[in-house]
């Protein structure tokens, strides 16, 4: 997990851009091998050695406990996981209409997504999926794009090139008290990382009271429950898109599904999860 985190070192990247462009094969043959001994092997004996000398390790969820349990041993490993402050679950005010008045002001669908802009959060599967969906769906919805980092001008100019300015709007950061009025304005949360460790955004999104599509993956899975507080799916831009679609347009399927996302938010509200601290 931690390491595709790994590009944010100067160094590892350096590799990672020999290994895929390197002037000989044989190069890019030992710089891909010494890249994946680093992320697969190194990175995994490190977190378990420390682990090791803990007397007792949190972890947010039970996916990030399967992972550090193998590798820490006989250190016990307990879940607590970060609880979603009240304000989330707060309803829908003034500014939350201003955004889909804003945004989607003739009835489109509007989605959103919170991340950092940067390549293990795997952005730009939403943009393709996004060009597909306007393929078969037409201009009926709008993207916001909520976060910054290094790959927001990469993000964006790939965004013209596949004719989407019109669908996908990056806002850049938005201060945590005024995310949920986004979250309230939008009608389905979008997902495409595969390195969480519990997934905030996904809570916060549902003490919102929307359904979540995303892609199967370590902590993800841990708060999506697929066909029940949303959809989850394997990293296929057509199956990610037959998910949103029929989310879209199935009222009763959307409403449960909002119901229940609800409902999976408000287990990990500061009150229970205070409360699982204390025990």
């Not at 199956?239 to 909002?258: N, P, R």
Request: proline letters at 4%; aromatic letters at 8%.
């Amino acid at each position: 997990l931690y390491g595709q985190y790994m590009h944010y070192l100067g160094w590892m990247r350096r590799l990672e851009h020999q290994a895929e462009e390197g002037r000989t094969n044989m190069g890019r043959t030992l710089a891909s091998n010494v890249h994946a001994f680093i992320c697969e092997k190194a990175v995994p004996w490190y977190i378990g050695s420390f682990a090791r000398r803990c007397d007792l390790v949190l972890v947010p969820s039970p996916g990030i406990k399967a992972i550090l349990s193998e590798q820490a041993k006989d250190t016990p490993v307990m879940i607590l996981p970060t609880g979603i402050p009240d304000v989330f679950f707060a309803g829908p005010d003034q500014e939350a209409r201003e955004v889909r008045q804003k945004w989607a002001p003739d009835g489109r669908h509007l989605f959103c997504t919170v991340s950092r802009l940067g390549k293990e959060k795997n952005i730009i599967f939403l943009l393709q999926a996004a060009s597909v969906y306007k393929k078969k769906r037409g201009d009926s919805f709008r993207l916001l794009i909520i976060g910054d980092g290094p790959e927001r001008e990469d993000l964006e100019g790939q965004t013209n090139d596949l004719g989407l300015t019109g669908q996908i709007s990056f806002m850049g950061s938005i201060p945590n008290e005024r995310l949920n009025a986004f979250y309230h304005a939008a009608d389905i949360f979008l997902f495409s990382s595969k390195t969480e460790t519990q997934g905030i955004v996904l809570l916060e999104a549902m003490a919102a009271g929307i359904p979540v599509v995303a892609l199967e993956a370590s902590g993800v899975r841990d708060v999506v429950v697929a066909g029940s507080n949303g959809r989850l799916v394997n990293e296929t831009v057509e199956e990610f898109v037959s998910a949103l679609a029929h989310l879209c347009h199935d009222e009763d399927i959307y409403h449960t599904y909002a119901l229940t996302a609800l409902t999976t938010a408000r287990r990990f509200s500061t009150a229970p999860v205070a409360a699982l601290a204390a025990t």
